[in-house]
């Protein structure tokens, strides 16, 4: 089993950026795609990038797209959510999590090992 620790999560203006990070233990990353999810108060979970295990595949949500970044250091046990541009909308916890590698994946119903989140706050 994988865990998973969020962290980078801060307050920002918005125009700024944050970079955030996820770190593996007890079993790597090895294998597994990873994605980042966000939820806001009152929202429900929502997919916003995604990566393969060999890094060659990434791909994120329309709202994010262009302005966040996913990379993984797979010897280190790390993926990272580079986020600049940021807006208040983006104000919410921030999840990473681990789903089958090779595949698009978007729901969260698909992801496991979740980590606890951590939180990005955006001011206008």
């Known amino acids: 089993q994988v865990e998973l620790v969020e962290s980078g999560g801060g307050l920002v203006q918005a125009g700024g950026s944050l970079r955030l990070s996820c770190a593996a233990s007890?079993?790597?990353?090895?294998?597994?795609?990873v994605g980042w999810f966000r939820q806001a108060p009152g929202k429900e979970r929502e997919f916003v990038a995604g990566?393969?295990?060999?890094?060659?595949?990434?791909y994120y949500a329309d709202s994010v797209k262009g302005r966040f970044t996913i990379s993984r250091n797979n010897a280190g046990n790390m993926v990272y959510l580079q986020m600049n541009s940021l807006k208040p909308e983006d104000t919410a916890v921030y999840y990473c999590a681990v789903g089958r590698d090779g595949y698009y994946l978007r729901a969260a119903a698909d992801f496991g090992s979740w980590g606890q989140g951590t939180q990005v706050t955006v001011s206008s």
């Open positions: 990566i393969f295990w060999s890094g060659s595949n990434t």
């Open positions: 007890g079993r790597t990353f090895r294998d597994y795609l």
